[in-house]
């Protein structure tokens, strides 16, 4: 089915699938600053360019723009932009529908939403043929069969006919990628097609991306993750605020990273990096200013100073108060049903024991519906086991009553992946710890309320402002809501929040799967930090093994409602045992 | 779903949309709606200063005069100042939207409130009910309280107030069980809050602030609907200075004088879209306040 | 995430909702009985033409035992029942005619009505939601306020104005609602375009948000064009939430009919109840709301199978 080259050197012989020389997008104003500003690239047939960046350095809109999907009010300006050898610029857009589809493919992240939920998916693969092709009906459905089983979805007869909802990630993300190659385009456009995936789906999907390309066709995958990328690509093209700052040979950008901005992505990636390291460049509190070169090339020498340090044994964590007993937390044979419709239960959690000892971080992994979330829910006790007990500080927990447990929960705090909608929507900042400060102080003897209370109050002011301190906000955001706040900023804020009743034990729910992973690097150095000098102990749930491996001291690994494999994290990744585990090990993205 | 409720929805819901987005400034559809309103309620409050003339003095001799610089508006059959009338008009309008909104709102939270905090058999109940409610769409609630009690203002206030309870219910209840199971009332509970506080301090104050808008959006709405029966001569008489009587009267004249028809509904779409666009207006900046 | 959905069966939850229907019937049937005992004064008088009759004793007496008000309440509520389920609706009082039939000769004029201007009022928000949001923003701010305007339209005032413009000054159309496709031509626009106020209002949102959705810039990436994205994908999105608001767009049309078939003096079901609230014609009353609540009940029924077929994804929960 190739018409083009299978060999994926970029030779002589033609033109590059694609040639990219000088392009600006800006939108608005014509005075106002380009989204995108002067970057140039091509890519060959059969080669894959990674473009890489953090969330608003212009890569989505780079993709975009190379299909005339830009927008309306999009200013593109190029000195030459061609596809196959023919100039894409200044084209109408009768004749960039003609081109779309056909000499150019999209495949977008989450086929949820990218794939029309009220369509069988089968109908949104053939409208690709239906544009460009003069198939009958009947020839365009035995070539969506066809489709799908070259994107690994067997069943083609049911799947087409199913919509998205009632596909899996993995399947969904197939079918997506089936409908962008269904006329086998020269230039496949692939923008962070695997983020929100299972890391064993991302892998599969991955492998096929890779797959198409070596059939011939130039991949562009687009992504905040230089781990994802790093499997498949060839070359990179590192974006910063509309610029590609750096370019060249995959081997050659991770080897020797010259960029500062290349240097915080690589140094960002957590898995296999141990226990301790600096994942991102330290910062100044609040909006951080973008720092120079030459000192974010300090600060990354002095990370990869301090991971040399570290590497080392850990020193035992300070001042670990030898109070209480070494479990902090202690779970024995929790299960957990629920009734789905039709009648059948389902046990989401199915006789889970683990132990946390104080001051070390134990991770929990699952992929999605491995009831790692369940379990959460049972160690916070917001919902109460079927079997089995949860004890804090060796103290019973779950078999109480919420009355019996509520002096307990200033010793358990928690983070959310949804930081924003575990805050009341009409508190500000402020007013979100003024309250977790409150709850913490003493009581006010007569009424037995909250003593420290009132926004005048000085002591909870200073508590406010440590809390702040201690997470690196700014006080400047002291007033914002967190709806104006950043992602990473928001799960700041939770974090202030959880530490204000000065917890033992800190629950964290997939806190970093909802943030880019540079900004995931902070927010783990936070965590990282705070646990060394509060000797917190840490119950850390995540999908993502790489992060997983490198926050924790224990580590067990969950699926279909069991721990499958439970070990020390240095055993546990030299040697696992469970084929589970390992498949699940082999999928994590890591640096080369 | 009643006329309320959809009314809220189109009010409330437009949260989805640019939701991060402040309102810049203020828009001209809400200086405009803010400067109407301005002008209702000094109609409504001191109606001497905005006509000073008196709404129910006769002069045959200017009987169905048409809209000319002395008459603004007109004049109706007896020569009364049809402008005069309008502006006078204005606070029984409005009062009588007032009201049947207060008394549709306060039955409304009081249901929704049971339902959704006390659960169980209370809110199955409270739901059957207001299901049944719900069989009498529209302007039949109304009609079956006027049909029992009889024609009059009295009447057609608490009749439109209990035809649109129902709707504020639903409203509240779902609010109320919404506030109840999101993500912050379980981090509360997390923190070790006691039930009372998270209630006064989270559930209350989240389900309580669209109240504000629900009440601007349905005052609107009970005076479109109270005008009416007013219209149908169910509601206030003629001659008194009330929208919905000035157009049933105007309606036997419509073929010779139009104006006494056209220049009180006139009011009546000022006044309700003033409601919607300020309503809408208040969600935005609660939003981003 | 894949689980495979599991359905309760379809007969289960056709039963299910049967129930409720026939349980909500019964308790409007019991309300406005119980409701209209508080109506002040007897009702043997009320059918002998009110306290101004002065009917004689004898004729009272008469009068209470053919409509059985000489029974125990419990009884009168029985019977009432037990007439309604054989779908008897008693005897009017004012009109000494048969309830049943009276309301249902009614019928058809209401729902031609009421159907015509849901149609129209269907076309017109569609027109206007396609229209603005595809050109640009001040379209879309015309297009918002024209919509927000005519949903603040009273039927009442909007019926004058009509008569106002296309009978008196055009002389084009009957003020009056005679027989005929010209007759109907004022009343179904007054219905419909309030009405199309409101379904603009409901259609524009998810309309926008579909037209922005990911799946919106797969097809675009796909090569379909502007107005394939449109009819193929957004429309249905945007429809689905309008769709399942029939249930309160018919209880508003047939609010509407009360008005409309009073200014315009045309025969239907509005106008038999607003004339029999008039005149206290108490058996009236109560057929015509039975009959509404049925047919208000048939349309939530329906609504919830159009909405199961417009959006699959409702039949999973």
Known sequence: MSAHPVTPAAGPAGPPALRVRNLSVGFGRSGADPVVSGISFEVAAGECLAIVGES??????????????????????????????????????????????????????????????????????????????????????????????????PDGELRSRQRSGELSGGQRQRALIAS?????????????????????????????????KRRGTALILISHDLAVVSRIADRVAVMSNGRIVETGPTHEVLGRPRHAETRAMVAAVPAGKPRGTLLAAPRAAGPAAPATAAAAAAAAAASAATSAATATPRPARAAAPDI???????????????????????????DVSFRLERGTTLGIVGESGSGKTTTARLVLALSAPDHGEVRVLGRPWSSVSEQ?????????????????????????????????????????????????????????????????????????????????????QRQRVGIARALASRPQILVCDEPVSALDVGVQAQVLDLLDELQRELALSLLFISHDLGVVQHVSDRVAVMNEGRIVEQADAPSFFASPTHPYTRRLLSAVPRLP | MSDLELQAELGLGARRQGATRRPRRIAVAEGLAGAVALFLVLSAVMPQLVAPGDPLAIDPLQAFQPPSLPHWFGTDESGRD????????????????????????????????????????????VNRVLEVL????????????????????????IAVGLSTAPGYARIIRAQLVQVRSSAFVEAATVQGLTPRRILARHILPNTLAPLLVLATLGVGQAIVWATALSYLGLGAQPPAAEWGAMLSAGRTYITSAWWMSFFPGLFIVLTAVTATTLGRAIERRMRHA | MAEPVRRTPALRRLAARLGGAVFVLWAVATLTFFAVRLIPGDPAEAILGGPGSQASAEALASVRAEYGLDQPILVQYLAQLGRLAGGDLGRSYALKLDVGPLVLSQLGGTLVLAGLALALAWLIALALATWSTRGGRIAARVGSGLEIVAASLPHFWLATALIVLFSIWLGVLPPISTPGPAGLVLPVLTLALPLAGFLGQIIREPLLTALESPFVLSALA???????????????????????????????????????????????????LLNAVTVRDVPVVIGVVMVVAVAYILMTLLTDAATRIADPRTRAR
């Open chain 3, 222 to 272: 796909r090569g379909e064009s502007a107005r394939g994205v449109r009819w193929n994908h957004a429309i249905r999105h945007a429809a689905i939430p309008a769709i399942s608001l029939s249930g309160w767009a018919f209880g508003s049309l047939i609010s509407g009919a009360v008005v409309v078939e009073t200014v315009f003096a045309r025969p239907g079901l509005g106008r038999t």
């Open chain 1, 324 to 350: 209480g007993p070494a479990i902090v937390l202690e779970a024995t044979g929790l299960t957990k049903g629920f009734r789905m419709p039709g009648g059948t239960r389902l046990l989401a959690v199915d």
């Open chain 1, 404 to 488: 019996d447990r509520r002096p307990l929960r200033t010793s358990v705090g928690a983070i959310y992946q949804d930081a924003l909608g575990s805050f009341d929507p009409r508190l500000s900042v402020r007013d979100i710890l003024r309250h977790a400060v409150a709850l913490d102080g003493p009581r006010r003897p007569d009424t037995g309320r909250p003593a420290l209370f009132g926004a005048h109050n000085g002591e909870a002011q200073a508590r406010v402002a440590e809390l702040l301190d201690r997470v690196r906000l700014s006080p400047a955001l002291l007033d914002r809501r967190p709806l104006e706040l950043s992602g990473g």
């Open chain 1, 180 to 212: 962008a190659i269904a006329l086998d385009p020269p230039l496949l456009i692939a923008d962070e097609p695997t983020t929100a995936l299972d890391v064993t789906v991302q892998a599969q999907i991955l492998e096929l991306l890779e797959r198409i």
């Open chain 2, 134 to 157: 719900f069989a009498f769409p529209g302007l039949l609630l109304a009609l079956l309280v006027i049909l029992i009690y009889g024609p009059g203002v009295a009447t057609a206030t």
């Open chain 1, 56 to 153: 608003g350095s212009g890569k989505s809109v780079t993709a975009r723009t190379l299909l005339g999907l830009a927008g309306a009010d999009a200013r593109v300006q190029a000195d030459e932009m061609s596809i196959a050898g023919a100039s894409v610029l200044a084209l109408s857009e009768a004749s960039w529908r003609r081109r779309r589809g056909r000499d150019v493919g999209l495949v977008l992240q989450d086929a949820l939403s990218s794939l029309d939920p009220l369509r069988p998916v089968g109908r949104e693969i053939a409208d690709s043929l239906r544009l460009h092709t003069t198939l009958a009906p009947a020839e365009r459905s035995s070539r969506v069969l066809e489709l799908l089983d070259s994107v690994g979805l």
């Open chain 2, 82 to 125: 049809l402008y005069t009338r309008v502006v006078h008009g204005t606070g029984n309008s409005l009062l009588i939207g007032v009201l049947a909104t207060t008394i549709g709102l306060g039955l409304g939270v009081l249901l929704g409130t049971l339902a959704g905090m006390l659960g169980g058999f209370v809110d199955f109940t």
